[in-house]
């Protein structure tokens, strides 16, 4: 039997009364073909990564200036609404979840890149502009934008900072957070402010920094200033093959105690290396039993005695083979087998779910040998993936859908892991959100205090509560549902993204 | 709970009570006084930046918590890159610790050997020279414990360096000037101490810095500091670290740039490196008599910033220098001789020719009265889009208004 996938709130065909006086409302301000009624069409929208969780929207808008957007969140605190904002749909946590009775503010349509200071090193866009869009404006200069979210092809600029998005590469180069400069943030009541700016400092509270990561309950953004940096002259990247991943974080631990900051660290167990390579063939060894990516970067002269040093150090922590993979195309490869390993997971299970806790990179052997015995307890397989520098896993539970019980037991290992990443010292999500997939496990990792005083400061910026309401923080409502099974996201299922 | 901690930094205001809790318990006790005898509350530490910000009403009574007697530095990983610190350890202190490891916390402001805290630097956000690579005071926190005004202590963040878990309210509190409860502990992103260092320095008037600046970002190199003062004509410095065996490439492809605009270009011998950023970054301090205000603006807009001081003094009889921090676009103004109300016309002019960028001027340390004809934090008649957002997290965290009444912008 599978978990049903939750429904919340009605889903009837019938508008309900109050939207139907707020489309009305709004008509004049958006175009005839940016509202969206019908029942079916609104279905397209029904989740987003995290495609376990299903709610049609009541209403979906999709307006193309912020003016717009303004006037959409007006009817809606108006008409007392609730409203949810959406970029590309790509999250993992259920954080752009519509609601059935509420409006869901599409961005998709707001993709224009507004300003490029080149000498300066800022760009402008639009929230709906990609991730990958931004560096490739700016690819000719020289310059990129450097967190990397492996769905960077897809995901828009607006979630990844509602996400405060990282990325392989964020070891070396922060999140989202540490390159946003300025948004345009549509408040809750409508009303359109400015914050951060084009420069460093501006006066008065970091608002900017709450906002990033709030994961779109604090308001809309619908302009950001990012910061882009320099093309590095000199990428290095290995790969090496160790007995077992405790072998592997061993090097890892020898790289940081050298004073090495790698741009990317990243692990893979045998049973992932064995679903990438049935998937995507990418020269990984199969009898491995974990498979080391380390990337480094910056001025050669730096770069290549760094690299250098990384060699000798794998060398030594019992690296059974070190595939170097320098020119582009073998980086390519590189990378490509690894952001192919959750999609690649369906050759090994029909189902799988996925976690996305932190632990300090220093227990990692401690916490793999927990999960390994938690795995054989519940009789299912768990493929680890994960971030080795900052101590990011993913491990992936493994199940079949169709047995007797075998959902539930995959979930309630899932849920585990993910608390025993939070008891070990860690977060429950190092990148995908908490959003509505893990809102009930964060009083594991807060007290109430700090959720009460969470609350607070979101009641400063939504006292109505109307904006993406149910995400992020504990409610009874939510946390009395039970969240279904992991599918993939159509878009993934199609190899267009990938999840790290 | 209270003990006496090295001397007491002269405060802004009279107090009728100092407390100097050793843990979180004795800052929920502090408050718990401070709302029994209706006082409002001061946060310090060594006490080097208690001039920032709006003077504090005088009207009201005041209760100080000295947050020295809380000076443990919890727990350091060294693999994981993290430390847990109490708010009152000295910053110095905690580099001396993390260095046994090879390690730092990469924030160099003034005012270390004044015994500069790491609760006070992340309270006023007061970074140094290495903010250009490293990122500022809020990229290098990553959780924190608040108490509030009403006793409750809250965490946010994590002691991980990647955590997306619940709202990121550190940084709020990174540069409120305490103005939003009291920052008990905090857990630190950390860096490994560079190998080693070369410094590049050259003559260099506004114009020839700002062209150097621009091309130095545009070059792939890896920068630590890029710093620009006006005094004695202009001196440009331009610091990169990294390994020994590849410092000396980095300091001459850094020297070629810097050569295509400007003269006198030497690489500083190392031994002498030290002492010049030490006076490079004390230089932002403006000590007795001077007024400091900090500038923001783009990186390119540095010749402007540099003459639009330049004439705004000129015309007030003040002496005045630019330090800035180039690479970034964070400037600041040390203002000598001239009287209060001089000061204030520079302030407000340049404040006006900065806004005009997009950028701001905020007044740090100034002489008695400057205050009467100049607001500290902006433009009163052009308040940010913010002010009431900024407002309403005020009334959400400090609703009685406790915790460093009138310090902050807008009254706040």
């Known amino acids: ?500 | 709970m209270s003990s006496v901690v090295g001397d007491r930094p002269p405060l802004p205001v009279a107090v009728t009570d100092t407390v100097a809790p050793t843990d979180v318990d004795g800052i929920r006790e502090a408050f718990a006084r401070a709302r029994d005898r209706d006082l409002a509350v001061l946060v310090h530490g060594a006490g080097t930046k208690l001039a920032w910000g709006a003077a504090p009403s005088p009207e009201r009574e005041w209760l100080a918590i000295d947050t020295r007697g809380m000076d443990r530095i919890i727990h350091h990983e060294a693999g994981d890159m993290t430390a847990i610190v109490e708010a009152g350890v000295p910053l110095a202190r905690l580099q001396a610790t993390l260095a046994e490891a090879g390690q730092q916390w990469a924030v160099d402001p003034p005012r270390v050997d004044a015994g500069a805290t790491v609760g006070g630097v992340f309270a006023a956000n007061d970074a140094g020279p290495r903010r250009h690579r490293y990122g500022g005071v809020r990229d290098l926190v990553i959780g924190i414990a608040a108490v509030l005004p009403d006793g409750t202590v809250a965490r946010s963040g994590g002691t991980v360096i990647k955590n997306v878990a619940g709202y990121d309210l550190a940084k709020l509190h990174c540069g409120a000037l305490g103005t939003l409860g009291v920052v008990a502990r905090l857990a630190l992103r950390l860096h490994p101490l560079p190998e080693a260092s070369r410094t590049v320095r050259a003559d260099a008037d506004a114009a020839a810095a700002t062209a150097t600046v621009l091309d130095l970002l545009a070059a792939p190199l890896d920068l630590a500091a890029v710093e620009w003062s006006s005094a004695g004509g202009g001196v440009l410095q331009v610091r990169v670290e990294g390994r020994s065996e590849a410092v000396d490439a980095a300091a001459r492809e850094v020297a070629a740039v810097v050569r295509r605009h400007a003269g006198g270009v030497a690489v500083l011998p190392p031994d002498e490196e030290e002492a010049r950023w030490a006076s490079l970054r004390e230089a932002h301090v403006g000590g007795e008599g001077a007024t400091v205000a900090r500038g923001a603006s783009r990186p390119g807009d540095l010749a402007t910033v540099a003459a639009a001081l330049a004439e705004a003094a000129a015309d007030a009889g003040v002496d005045a220098t630019l330090c800035s921090a180039a690479g970034i676009g964070l400037h600041d103004a040390i203002l000598r001789g001239g009287d209060a109300a001089a000061h204030a016309r520079v302030v407000a002019r340049w404040r006006a020719a900065l806004t005009a960028l997009g950028g701001s001027v905020v007044l740090r340390e100034r002489i008695a009265g400057v205050d009467e004809h100049v607001d500290v934090w902006l433009d009163p008649t052009a308040p940010p889009s913010t002010l009431p957002l900024m407002r309403a997290v005020k009334q959400a965290l400090d609703p009685e208004g406790r915790c460093a009444p009138g310090r902050y912008l807008g009254g706040i």
């Not at chain 1, 939750?6 to 707020?22: D, I, K, S």
């Not at chain 1, 890892?252 to 990317?264: M, Y």
């Not at chain 1, 990179?361 to 009789?379: D, H």
């Open chain 1, 1 to 500: 039997m599978r978990v049903g996938v939750t429904q919340v709130g009605t889903t009837t065909a019938a508008e309900p009364p109050v939207l139907e006086r707020l489309r009305r409302d709004l008509e004049g301000v958006l175009e005839p073909d940016a509202v969206i009624t019908e029942r079916t069409r609104r279905r397209t929208y029904e989740c987003d990564g995290l495609t376990g969780h299903r709610v049609i929207p009541g209403l979906v808008v999709l307006p193309r200036t912020t003016e717009q957007v303004a006037a959409v969140v007006r009817a809606c605190a108006q008409h007392q609404v609730p409203f949810v904002a959406r970029g590309s749909g790509t999250g993992l946590s259920g954080g752009a979840l519509p609601h059935a009775d509420g409006v869901l503010i599409v961005l998709s349509r707001m993709r224009s890149i507004l300003d490029i200071d080149v000498p300066n090193q800022r760009i402008t866009v639009e929230p709906g502009v990609t991730n990958a869009e931004v560096s490739k404006a700016v690819a000719a200069h020289g310059l990129y934008y450097a967190p990397d979210p492996s769905s960077q092809i897809v995901c828009s600029i607006g979630g990844n900072v509602a996400e405060n998005s990282g990325g392989a590469h964020c070891l070396k180069y922060g999140f989202t957070t540490n390159h946003v400069l300025a948004l345009q943030v549509v408040l809750p009541d409508g009303s359109v402010v400015e914050v951060g700016g084009p420069t460093a400092e501006t006066p008065g509270y970091d608002l900017r920094g709450v906002l990033i990561g709030s994961e779109g309950t604090l308001g809309v953004v619908t302009r950001a200033t990012l910061r882009l940096l320099r093309r590095p002259e000199a990428v290095h990247t290995l790969v090496a093959d160790y007995p077992s991943p405790a072998a592997a974080g061993d090097a890892v631990s020898a790289i940081v105690a050298a004073g090495i900051v790698p741009a990317a660290v990243e692990m893979m167990d045998n049973l992932a290396i064995h679903a990438c390579e049935a998937d995507a063939a990418a020269g990984f060894t199969l009898e491995a039993g974990a498979a080391l990516i380390v990337e480094l970067d910056g001025p050669a002269a730096e770069c290549d005695a760094a690299f250098a040093e990384v060699q000798r150090l794998c060398r030594e922590a019992g690296a059974e083979r070190i595939r170097i993979a320098d020119d582009p195309a073998e980086r390519a490869r590189v990378w490509s087998g690894r952001k192919a390993a959750f999609a690649a997971m369906g050759r090994l299970a029909p189902d799988y779910f996925v976690q996305d806790g932190v632990i300090p990179r220093t227990r990692l052997g401690e916490c793999l040998a927990e999960i390994a015995r938690l795995s054989q307890e519940a009789g299912l397989r768990v493929a680890n993936v994960f971030h080795a520098g900052d101590g990011n896993l993913h491990p992936l539970v493994l199940y079949d859908g169709s047995k007797e019980g075998e959902a539930e037991r995959a979930e309630a290992l899932s849920t585990r892991i993910a608390e025993l990443c939070v008891e070990m010292g860690g977060s429950l999500s190092g990148e995908h959100g908490i959003g509505t997939d893990k809102a009930c496990s964060m009083p594991k990792m807060f007290t109430d205090d700090d959720l009460a005083v969470m609350a607070r400061v979101r009641r400063a910026f939504d006292p109505d509560d109307i904006c993406n309401p149910g995400k992020v923080l504990p409610t009874p409502r939510l946390c009395g549902e039970r969240p279904g099974p992991y599918r993939p996201h159509p878009l993934e299922a199609a190899g267009v993204i990938a999840r790290l």
